[in-house]
């Protein structure tokens, strides 16, 4: 991609910022008002890309009903989290990325002119679209849906793009496509906007592991939670080098649980979230859980839960 075509694109959409609807809208939140922003674009546009560029300002704290990927493109800023009621900084470089309700308040350091690119995605095509794809890991896929459970969370995501990683460049050319629109922009950034989620995906899941101190038996059930829609005691023994018949006895031992009750107890989790938390259809769900057959899934979940999902979501 040209350096100029790129330019040309963060101009554009710096503009463009300064013309979308970012009113700050009175929301109830527990015992006190606070401030939301709703979808700034038009309706249709399923997926934004924006430009903000500051060189130095305070907003008030806030939230959004979207989810949010900014990338600090050049300079850094504060981000203050009003439920851990702390302050970090987000330098060059690095990503901080919220759920829909998830609230923060962003100040730009007074003496550094700072660019943030923005990738926007409204909750149901989030949920429809990309959700599935991105949930093998456990702590991801709970970050993602916690609004599910949680509806205003203060949760995000902050850590450093990797120089050899395809976000920034995936991320340079959602902002082209997104300057530059055309009858099928929405169609191409769905598709370049699955890839950059799941580079972050795989980074977030790096970034964890680095940081988790874990015993081999939380490996495992980490393993079984990335791959339970294809996993197999078989492929657990061969991953980590062990017998399957050791593989299955230091789960029982360390776990009280077999593989199979692990595997079935993740499954199911994970099929409640997706029935709470998005529109997609029960047949979608039980493919996105690895059953070969909604019947499958069914009898499945009857048993888990003695309701039926469809008998589960007249409860929601």
């Known amino acids: 991609m040209g350096q100029e075509v790129l330019c040309a694109a963060v101009e554009k959409l710096r503009k463009e910022f300064l013309e979308w609807d970012w009113t700050y809208h009175n929301c109830p939140c527990e015992n006190q008002e606070e401030k939301m922003f709703y979808w700034p674009g038009a309706p249709e546009d399923e997926i934004m890309v924006v430009v903000h560029q500051s060189g130095g300002r305070q907003e008030l704290f806030h939230r959004h009903d979207y989810f949010y990927f900014n990338y600090t493109y050049q300079g850094e800023y504060d981000s203050i989290s009003f439920k851990?009621?702390?302050?970090?900084?987000i330098r060059e470089g690095e990503l901080y990325a919220g759920q829909p309700f998830a609230g923060h308040a962003l100040c730009v350091h007074d003496d550094r002119e700072t660019t943030i690119i923005g990738v926007l995605i409204q909750k149901d095509t989030f949920c429809r679209a990309f959700l599935p794809m991105l949930s093998a890991n456990t702590?991801?896929?709970h970050f993602l849906l916690d609004p599910a459970t949680n509806e205003f969370s203060d949760e995000f995501i902050h850590f450093?793009?990797?120089?050899?990683?395809?976000?920034?460049?995936?991320?340079e050319m959602m902002a082209v496509e997104y300057a530059n629109r055309r009858e099928d922009s929405q169609a191409v950034l769905k598709s370049l906007a699955l890839s950059f989620l799941i580079q972050i995906a795989r980074q977030y899941v790096q970034e964890n592991r680095e940081n988790a101190k874990e015993n081999l038996s939380e490996k495992i059930v980490q393993y079984i939670g990335e791959h339970f829609d294809t996993v197999s005691l078989k492929e657990i023994a061969?991953?980590?080098s062990y017998h399957p018949n050791y593989i299955s006895t230091l789960l029982h031992r360390e776990t009280g649980k077999s593989f199979t009750e692990i595997l079935l107890e993740l499954r199911m989790e994970r099929a409640v979230i997706l029935l709470e938390g998005t529109r997609m259809p029960i047949e979608e769900i039980s493919t996105a859980l690895g059953y070969s057959n909604s019947s499958n899934f069914y009898k499945a979940f009857r048993d888990y839960y003695h309701v039926s999902p469809r008998e589960y979501l007249k409860t929601i």
């Open 160 to 171: 450093k793009i990797e120089d050899d990683c395809n976000i920034r460049a995936l991320l």
């Open 238 to 240: 061969k991953n980590f």
């Open 139 to 141: 702590k991801l896929f």
């Open 84 to 89: 851990y009621d702390n302050r970090i900084t």
